[in-house]
């Protein structure tokens, strides 16, 4: 529907609300004053302006801060907070936004605008809109400082309902003002009269159109409602109070306006309602006219539309020109800056996938070459941990070529050949890199840090133990790049550092993932040992308490035969009982063997030579391995250090695996190859020991320590040699390994300290020596042992030797007899129940007069012999004994107590 149309249907029609509206939808903005227009631009058109002082002039005029208020929030994201003010909008739009908005307003026919009747009316609301603005302003500065620039604003647009009715509906608000005069009532009450409606309401409906805040909507509607009614809105009622006023204040001082005696007592209410005293009310109202004054500047300037317009289309032409040859250029740049935008995305894409170095490298260089405008360049990277220098190069579009040097002593590149077959220009760049190289600084780089080598810039890589530079050429036609194109080289150059430090950490994680494999691997091992050395432990427990039990009945059958051997008269009965004896020595050594193997003695270290220990043992064995046609070869180190050893232990254990291995070969024969090595800390010696044997079965690797286990056929071995030298091996704090191919042979691998002595404990110094001086006539001898059968053997032996004898059956026992009468000597067993021999030496070890002690048992350690002898034992024997023997040291302490 057409202007006119509506106008005619307003005329006839009492109900012009729905018009209005219809009318509204079809208005875009009202009408600015020309000289509010023509100010602006001209400040705008000077290239040093600044904002602020356009703002000032736009925020005069309703019409202008309508438009860039509307513009400004059209132009917010759905996030950003409306703007209420110009202030606040002109630099949301920017200083080219709002130069072009302001040339797009003087292509109106501003000669026409100017000889418009209606111009003088709406002058009239412009200056009542902006004496109210600057009224407002002045009293927040006194009461909300924070709201001056909104109220401000407020102010400005509080009218702007008529003037858009006066701009669409001239002549009908002609009429509107000829009934406001003639019947002496305000304007908004003719506007009722006449049109049915409000300037107040039809303001809200534009400013709801064009989206202003809801502030200034509340102002612009609301701003000649009763003040009582204002305090129950939940809107904020001082800006609404404040902008009252301001438009009382506005009208009765620059316009003369006279209010009933109902407005006035309103109006009265609105100073208490903000905080404004009476005093501060008078300075205000003498200080409006100056300040209104100050910015109504624009409407005493004598412009002639028609010339001034004409004036400034032609600035305005200049700098349209001015603005197109800075927008090509503009163009020029951003097509640059999108190439290399492309270029950075493309490089980031791509470079997330190296894994090494030289990926690095060929990803660098085939996106130059293809997805650059640099038709020459080249990537290098400098490794000075491994003294090497690799690069790959482009020239136009052909192949990219490679190229790899080493680094000399000084890091300086060592070509072969002329410069690696490589353009000259290059190797000089390469040539002086340590003068840029590395930099620390390279997160933090600027466009000085893009060096210039004619022809190339250089964009650096760095990082610790590795740098090198982005080389790229501008071409022949242009000799420098922008500082858009460095910012995207240094983009560049920090990408390929950060991929070179994630390779490197990778690298180095898979190294620590490696290392960690290798300790678990390892560990495995060690716990392997440590379930093999439990295992033997637990069969060495086993081994040792089994021969105990074995030991004592074994001593009573032993002791037994002795005494029979000794009273019987046949030959053949006597030959008898050796052949018993014998065969119980047999058994005897098979359980000192096999407690060897559980609690081995300790060694009794001495200075000792390997290489001669070993001549020693093969030399022993020669013969019988010349007879299997097997070859002794020794390879001895003669910088062997000394160590300290058993050399009695350390020979059995040679022997045993000398003898295990003449086993493994003697079928065949071969060679034997014993080789000696110190080791590298200088702290052990290696011995290996090689057959070419039929090797040990998988099957049977786990077993080959385990007491009385061997493959060996009935009668060529007890079982007990590995087993036993095991334990010796370990006793010196070594260790002890074989490695075995069937069909190819076996290698005993041993590794024995140099210096036992700082790893082994110190032996316990005996704390007392034998005291007691006793005559030996009929001598009294305490005899103590758990088992009964020792005890009655000992006593008939001794009692046969004119001896006096009493037994106990544990340490209390003996402590008990011991404190009622005198011995001349204790004959003791270690391990007994209720009280043991070490607690019986302990507690007679602090007595004036100790009894001469020998110990007699089957199942200590030698350990607990030592301590035994340390508290004052005179002897340790072991189970079975020869009864000649410990009569032998019987009566070498009682000899020595005399």
């Known amino acids: 529907m057409k202007e006119s149309t509506i106008e005619k249907e307003i005329e006839t029609d009492s109900s012009s609300e729905p018009k209005i509206k219809a009318l509204l939808k079809n208005l875009d903005e009202i009408q600015p004053l020309p000289n509010a227009i023509l100010e602006a631009l001209n400040l705008s058109l000077n290239d040093d302006v600044d904002l602020e002082s356009i703002a000032r002039v736009i925020e005069a005029d309703q019409a202008l801060t309508l438009k860039f208020l509307k513009i400004a929030n059209a132009a917010s994201n759905t996030t950003s907070t409306l703007v209420s003010n110009i202030a606040q909008a002109l630099p949301r739009l920017g200083l080219a936004n709002v130069r072009f908005s302001l040339l797009g307003l003087i292509g109106r ?36 400082p924070e709201l001056k620039y909104e109220v401000f604003a407020a102010g400005i647009l509080h009218d702007i309902g008529k003037n858009m009715i006066t701009q669409a509906l001239p002549d009908k608000y002609q009429e509107v003002l000829k009934y406001a005069e003639d019947n002496k009532t305000l304007s908004i009450n003719a506007e009722h009269a006449v ?62 306006q006279t209010f009933t005696q109902q407005y006035q007592a309103e109006y009265d209410k609105l100073p208490e309602k903000i905080g404004l005293s009476n005093q501060e009310l008078d300075e205000i109202s003498g200080e409006i006219a100056s300040a209104y004054t100050e910015r109504a500047v624009i409407l005493d300037k004598d412009y002639k539309v028609g010339k001034v317009y004409e004036q400034t289309i032609k600035r305005a032409n200049v700098k349209l020109s001015s603005m197109a040859v800075e927008l090509e250029g503009n163009n020029r740049t951003l097509k640059k800056i999108n190439k290399i935008a492309r270029l950075s995305s493309n490089v980031a894409t791509r470079i997330s996938g190296a894994h090494v170095m030289q990926d690095v490298l060929d990803i660098m260089v085939d996106t130059f070459k293809i997805d650059s405008p640099y038709k020459v360049g080249f990537v290098y990277l400098v490794d000075t941990e491994n003294r090497m220098l690799e690069g790959r190069y482009w020239v136009n579009s052909k192949q990219p070529n490679n190229f790899m040097c080493f680094l000399d002593s000084n890091n300086q590149p060592v070509w072969e050949g002329k410069y690696g077959n490589m353009p000259d220009g290059f190797s000089k760049i390469m040539a002086t890199y340590s003068d840029r190289l590395p930099r620390k600084d390279i997160d933090q780089l600027i466009d000085e840090d893009i060096s210039y080598f004619s022809p190339f810039y250089l964009a650096p890589i760095s990082d610790e133990h590795i740098c090198g530079e982005i080389c790229i050429a501008p071409g022949t036609k242009a000799e420098f790049i922008s500082s858009h194109e460095k910012a995207g080289l240094r983009q560049i150059a920090r990408m390929a550092t950060d991929t070179i430090r994630r390779i490197k950490l990778h690298e180095k994680l898979e190294k620590r993932s490696e290392d960690l494999s290798l ?111 097997i070859v002794i070869v020794n390879e001895f180190d003669p910088e062997l250090p000394t160590i300290k050893a058993d050399p009695s232990q350390l020979e059995q254990v040679f022997l045993n695996v000398s003898i295990n291995a003449r086993h493994a070969m003697e079928e065949k024969g071969g060679t034997l190859t014993i080789s000696t090595k110190a080791g590298a800390n200088g702290k052990t010696v290696k011995i290996k020991v090689t057959d070419e044997g039929q090797g040990i079965e998988a099957k049977n690797m786990d077993k080959i320590f385990d007491p009385f286990f061997t493959t060996k056929e009935e009668g060529k071995g007890t079982g007990l040699g590995l087993s036993t030298s095991y334990g010796i091996i370990s006793n010196h704090f070594g260790n002890f390994d074989i490695k075995s191919d069937i069909g190819k042979g076996t290698t005993v691998t041993i590794d024995l300290p140099v210096d036992i002595e700082s790893l082994s404990p110190k032996a316990k110094e005996s704390i007392m020596s034998l005291k007691p001086k006793r005559k030996t006539t009929n001598p009294r001898i305490l005899v103590v042992d758990d088992e009964m059968h020792i005890r009655e053997i000992i006593k008939e032996t001794l009692e046969s030797e004119n001896m006096t004898i009493d037994i106990a059956s544990n340490g209390n026992e003996a402590l008990e007899q011991l404190s009622e009468g005198k011995y001349d000597l204790m004959l003791m067993d270690i391990r007994m129940p209720v009280k043991d021999g070490l607690s019986v030496m302990s507690e007679i070890s602090t007595w004036d007069n100790p009894v001469p002690t020998i110990i007699i048992t089957g199942l200590a350690t030698h350990e607990e012999m030592e301590e035994a002898l340390s508290k004052g034992a005179y002897k340790c024997i072991r189970k079975p004994f020869h009864i000649k023997l410990l009569l032998k040291h019987i009566h070498e302490v009682l000899e020595k107590n005399k």
Not at 125 to 138: E, N, P
Not at 525 to 530: A, G, Y
Request: glycine fraction near 2%; aromatic fraction near 8%.
């Open 109 to 144: 026919d501003f000669a026409s605008l100017s000889e418009d009747s209606n111009q003088k009316l709406l002058q009239d609301i412009w200056a009542h809109s902006l004496a109210c603005a600057v009224t407002a302003q002045l009293i927040a500065e006194r009461t909300y």
């Open 519 to 629: 300790a678990l691997w390892k560990n495995q091992q060690i716990n392997q040992q440590l379930v093999q050395h439990d295992r033997l432990a637990a069969v060495g427990q086993l081994a040792a308490g089994a021969a105990h039990e074995i030991n004592n009945p074994l001593a009573i059958i032993y002791a037994r035969s002795q005494l029979l051997h000794a009273t019987e008269q046949e030959d053949k009965k006597k030959k008898d009982l050796m052949q018993m004896m014998e065969q119980i020595d047999r058994i005897s050594g098979i359980l000192t063997n096999l407690m060897d193997f559980a609690r081995p003695s300790p060694p009794k270290l001495v200075d000792v030579n390997i290489n001669t220990l070993l001549e020693k043992v093969t030399a022993f064995v020669k013969s019988g391995f010349r007879d299997k046609k």
């Open 195 to 256: 049109l049915n409606i409000d300037h107040a309401q039809v303001g809200k409906w534009l400013a709801q159109k064009w989206k202003l805040p809801e502030n200034l909507i509340n102002v612009i509607w609301l701003h000649h409602q009763p003040v009582d009614a204002i305090q129950f809105l939940d809107a904020e009622k001082e800006f609404i109070y404040i902008v009252m006023l301001a438009d009382y204040l506005s009208h009765k001082i620059f316009f003369g």
